[in-house]
């Protein structure tokens, strides 16, 4: 059976995405490097976690398409408010780890303007996913992402972009790329993220 040319660029698309996500499937994040080359404009404290500053920060690319649940959702609706991005797989030992803090944290600064959207990779179909967020309550949307082709295509050459599952951006409400972490993070690291960016006028 052979396949068309748009076929075939869409396999290859896709292998390339799943091959750059397997580099840092599952890893312990990025040892205090931003990673991006050059002249990047953010800085990365000890515990991993890179910021950008205000004036500095930039917008992410179309990050749209269908939740777990079948429904559409696009970032960009939600500017006006804090966003923080989960890049996750139900596989990952990491992000099982850290799954009861972003839920927990979730509830706790809804009413402040923050919104978490995670983004699902490389479950190959719904049911194991669909059961992680079962399991730990968690409340808010994610995007089926299988392939990655979100977390490749959504984010800028040289910004603060996800690297390794689990990986974290948070958006201003602006709807700019202000932090990252490429590591499991819990309650308090992820309040260390987001409270400055809630209290930022």
């Avoid at 079948?70 to 780890?97: E, F, H, I, Q, T």
């Avoid at 049911?127 to 992402?145: I, T």
């Avoid at 599952?165 to 700019?176: F, H, M, N, Q, Y």
Wanted: hydrophobic share 40%.
């Amino acid at each position: 059976m052979s396949l068309s040319r748009a076929s075939r660029a869409a396999l290859l698309t896709a292998l390339v995405a799943a091959g750059a996500l397997t580099l840092s499937a599952c890893s312990g994040g990025d040892n205090g490097k931003s990673g991006g080359g050059g002249d990047t404009n953010f800085v990365t404290d000890t515990g991993g976690i890179s910021t950008v500053a205000k004036g500095r920060r930039t917008s992410t690319k179309e990050l749209t398409g269908e939740t777990l649940e079948g429904k559409p959702l696009d970032v960009a609706d939600l500017k006006g408010k804090v966003v923080v991005m989960n890049v996750w797989g139900s596989w990952c030992p990491p992000c099982r780890a850290e799954a009861p803090h972003f839920a927990k944290v979730a509830k706790e600064t809804k009413a402040k303007g923050v919104e978490f959207v995670g983004i699902n990779t490389r479950d190959t179909n719904k049911g194991p996913a669909l059961a992680f967020e079962k399991d730990f309550e968690v409340g808010y949307p994610s995007l089926y992402d299988p392939v990655g082709k979100l977390i490749v295509n959504g984010f800028p050459k040289g910004s603060l972009n996800p690297q390794a599952i689990p990986s974290t951006i948070v958006l201003d409400r602006e709807g700019k790329i202000a932090a990252r972490s490429l590591q499991a993070l819990d309650a308090t690291q992820l309040h260390k993220i987001i409270d400055p960016l809630i209290a930022e006028k």
